[in-house]
């Protein structure tokens, strides 16, 4: 049973920075691609940053210069650094994963695996 728990949400002034994490157990392939991805209120999923199977970074065009993801070295915890953060970055988010094979950036709402979401809210 994969498992995916996203922490570090909250709430913050506009320039603001938060680090989430994405703690993942039970994920057994040897080939994997995750990443983030967003919902905010009244709007559809927006992947936002993503490691592929071969480790390239990828960014939505909104985020580009502002976010960072990350892993730790045992790849078991997924990370998004936050910075400059504004209140249309006010979201949930969620973290996903898949296999590897075909990953997207537009595509990881639909990965196998996501967590819970972790809220962010973003003020004025």
């Known amino acids: 049973q994969v498992e995916l728990v996203e922490s570090g949400g909250g709430s913050v002034q506009a320039g603001g920075s938060l680090k989430l994490s994405c703690e993942a157990s039970?994920?057994?392939?040897?080939?994997?691609?995750r990443g983030w991805f967003r919902q905010a209120p009244g709007k559809g999923h927006e992947g936002v940053a993503m490691?592929?199977?071969?480790?390239?970074?990828s960014y939505a065009d909104s985020v580009k210069g502002k976010f960072t993801i990350s892993q730790d070295n045992a790849k078991n915890t997924l990370f998004l650094e936050m910075n400059s953060l504004k209140p249309e970055d006010t979201a949930m988010y969620y973290c996903?994963?898949?296999?590897?094979?075909?990953?997207?950036?537009?595509?990881?709402?639909?990965?196998?695996?996501r967590g819970q979401g972790t809220q962010v809210t973003v003020s004025s």
């Open positions: 490691i592929g199977s071969d480790g390239t970074l």
């Open positions: 996903a994963q898949d296999r590897g094979v075909r990953c997207t950036l537009a595509g990881i709402p639909d990965f196998l695996y």
């Open positions: 039970g994920y057994r392939y040897r080939t994997y691609c």
